[in-house]
């Protein structure tokens, strides 16, 4: 069963806009972390935040975490034709191995 | 090169045939892990590796799904008399460690089954 689960799970802005997708999970974590998918291709590693964090940014991007609602946000400001992608977010466990990935969010940034 | 590599990149096969899935992970990552994605949808972990050894097998789907890793580095995930409904694209990742590290995919398998 899936851990995370994002939403929404479609999104179409234009581009300079900023993009908000959110993910909830279901038991306690150690991590969160969030992945971008291009088209055809692998995930890419985007950013990661432990339980203890509340924000966390990288470049353009802005997460937070809230564990007493077990949710996290991701943003990304300032959009761009190439931020077009599948975003998935996946938590880590404590003293597990395994991410649990949701089925993603799809951010289309129309030009 | 300095990622994670899959090959082949596309199989076409037909059913009842059996596949191998090559991951080259990064080198020293000592965790490997091997993930389905359907189309339009997350990844299913099927197995993982710590070192050679594969301590869960759990998420493999079937007897007919095996995997394993020599030397390290190099895994084969084997799916032996193959349905329609093993068609999906075949994702590996390595980390450096085991435990909720950020991780490395490679551009996956893309299976069809006719």
């Known amino acids: 069963s899936q851990q995370g689960e994002e939403d929404p799970q479609a999104l179409s802005i234009q581009e300079g806009e900023n993009a908000t997708m959110n993910c909830s999970y279901k038991?306690?974590?150690?991590?969160l972390q969030w992945y971008r998918q291009n088209s055809g291709r692998g995930l890419v590693h985007l950013i990661l935040?432990?339980?203890?964090?509340r924000e966390k940014h990288s470049g353009r991007l802005r997460v937070t975490l809230d564990t007493s609602k077990k949710s996290s946000s991701l943003l990304i400001t300032a959009s761009r034709a190439a931020d077009t992608a599948s975003y998935f977010c996946?938590?880590?466990?404590?003293?597990?191995?395994?991410?649990?990935f949701g089925a993603g969010t799809t951010v289309t940034v129309r030009a | 090169g300095a990622g994670v590599s899959q090959s082949p990149s596309n199989k076409v096969t037909e059913k009842g045939k059996d596949v191998e899935l090559r991951c080259d992970p990064i080198?020293?990552?000592?965790?490997l892990y091997w993930y389905r994605q359907s189309l339009g949808q997350g990844l299913e972990f099927l197995i993982y590796?710590?070192?050679?050894?594969?301590?869960?097998k759990s998420g493999l789907p079937s007897d007919r799904f095996s995997a394993e890793r020599t030397g390290g580095s190099v895994s084969t995930l084997t799916i032996q008399r193959t349905q329609q409904e093993d068609s999906a694209v075949y994702l590996c990742?390595?980390?450096?460690?085991?435990?909720?590290?950020?991780?490395?995919f490679g551009d996956g398998t893309r299976l069809s089954i006719l």
């Open positions: 990742a390595s980390s450096l460690i085991v435990g909720g590290q950020p991780q490395h």
């Open positions: 590796f710590q070192g050679n050894s594969a301590p869960d």
């Open positions: 038991t306690s974590i150690n991590n």
């Open positions: 935040i432990r339980s203890n964090e």
């Open positions: 996946a938590t880590a466990l404590s003293n597990d191995y395994k991410l649990s």
């Open positions: 080198s020293g990552h000592t965790a």
